[in-house]
């Protein structure tokens, strides 16, 4: 058995800081994380995982050990996980992964995600990152191998498992310059964890020097490409479906569609102001808003009667009576499902780009052959925007009359969004490919 390797000492001290400071901090945000898990619902089931407990069926599952333990949070990076899972598993048949995340939308996408696509992989909650907990965990499920998608790193997880010589990996690696500067400042403390990586697999080569100034071994680092981009191409396939959840409202295939992805306060009664001029152009227009998070519904409802705009929800659909008028804005309040929306737009916007910091991932619209508009905050996609304006592969607009006067220039313009789309994705192929790459360097 080999012997677990001793924790390096620089670690030593800012991880005695952590363990101290932890449960201070955990205690001050119990309140807002209680409030989350209540307004996601769903919160008590398998509550125990939370905690590093698990039930007497789930431990007979997990006690094999010998995983490939991949972890992510949002929905997003979960699907991006479950689809390196399944490489994985194509590059090494016979693979065991385990798929982990902490809320209770992304056990519920991730669960739906695994039954329909077969065998090999199992579900848990992510354990709080205290260390007995994480050490509880870690004696049960031995993993041969963690993996985080993005950037989610927990002390304790590392420093654990470093100490066991299990090897852990950062995916996707994005660093966003919000990131970065807290990182800088915090560098005495978070070097050392840093250091204790064995792969980090970043999106851009630019990024390779950034994540090395901050603690990560020169060795450990590698560019593979986002695996988002290879995602989005796979798995635009439910088109079809929701083209018929459109016609069943009134909505007519000639139609045009301005749709807002992973929006934030504030976005969708922009939208709905823009949609309502929009018409005197185009009086067939229709709107569908894809909230970031979904539990604002009863709120983007609000925003949009108030402009009195009328709306349909994407749960209630299936159900809309005929006859009845055609809504002029879909909500889309379910998860999951933005990649296949997408598809079906003539031009759409990319949320928490006006109204908010950071910005949502500009390339799934493109990679479903839609043009692209956005704000002037996209801070958390910096070199990519970068690289679209560049190739004019893209359009950013500063404020609401931009994004009005861009979208009008857009839908009436069938060459020009063509020739964005074809731009784009001309800057998107040196991605293509990155879940194989990424899966061929973990397996």
């Not at 919160?43 to 050990?65: E, M, N, T, V």
């Not at 310059?177 to 807290?182: H, Y």
């Not at 070097?191 to 450990?220: H, I, K, N, T, Y």
Request: aromatic share 8%; net charge positive.
């Amino acid at each position: 058995m080999e012997i677990f390797r001793a924790l390096p000492a620089a670690a030593r001290l800012p991880l005695r800081a952590y363990r101290i400071l932890f449960p201070v901090v955990l205690i001050l945000m119990l309140p807002g994380i209680l409030m989350r898990m209540i307004r996601r619902g769903n919160y008590r089931h398998k509550f125990g995982q939370r905690l590093g407990l698990y039930g007497k069926a789930d431990r007979a599952r997990l006690a094999s050990g010998g995983w490939t333990w991949i972890h992510a949070v949002s929905v997003g990076e979960m699907m991006m996980g479950i689809n390196l899972g399944r490489t994985l598993q194509s590059v090494h048949p016979g693979m065991r992964v385990l798929i982990s995340t902490t809320t209770s939308t992304g056990y519920a996408v991730a669960r739906e995600q695994i039954e329909n696509g077969g065998g090999g992989m199992e579900l848990i909650y992510y354990p709080l990152d205290a260390v007995r907990m994480v050490r509880r965990v870690l004696e049960l499920i031995r993993p041969a191998q963690v993996v985080m998608v993005d950037k989610e790193l927990w002390p304790n997880m590392v420093a654990e498992c470093y100490r066991r010589s299990i090897p852990v990996s950062v995916v996707n690696a994005r660093l966003s310059p919000r990131s970065e500067r807290g990182f800088r400042k915090w560098r005495w403390w978070v070097a050392p964890f840093f250091s204790m990586l064995e792969r980090v697999c970043v999106q851009e080569p630019d990024d390779l020097e950034r994540w090395e100034s901050l603690g990560v071994r020169r060795e450990a680092l590698v560019c593979t490409g986002s695996l988002k981009f290879d995602f989005a191409v796979a798995e635009a396939a439910r088109g079809p479906e929701f083209r018929g959840l459109l016609e069943r409202i009134g909505v007519s295939p000639e139609a045009p569609i301005l749709l807002g992805g992973s929006t934030f306060p504030g976005e969708e009664a922009i939208l709905g102001r823009v949609a309502l001029a929009l018409r005197a152009r185009f009086p067939d227009l229709f709107l569908i808003v894809v909230p970031r998070h979904v539990e604002r519904t009863a709120e983007v409802e609000r925003d949009l009667h108030a402009l009195g705009l009328a709306t349909a929800l994407r749960s209630g659909t299936p159900e809309w009576p005929a006859g009845s008028p055609r809504p002029d804005v879909l909500i889309v309040n379910t998860t999951g499902e933005l990649r296949d929306w997408y598809a079906l737009a003539t031009v759409c916007f990319v949320g928490k780009s006006l109204t908010a910091i950071g910005g949502q991932n500009p390339a799934e619209p493109v990679l479903v052959g839609r043009p692209v508009v956005f704000g002037s905050h996209m801070e958390n996609f910096q070199a990519l925007v970068r690289q679209l304006l560049n190739a004019g592969g893209a359009v950013q607009v500063p404020d609401e009359a931009g994004l009005l006067r861009e979208t009008e220039a857009l839908l009436g313009d069938p060459a020009r969004r063509q020739e964005l789309v074809e731009r784009a994705r001309s800057v998107l192929k040196v991605h293509l490919g990155a879940n194989r790459r990424t899966a061929e360097l973990l397996a």
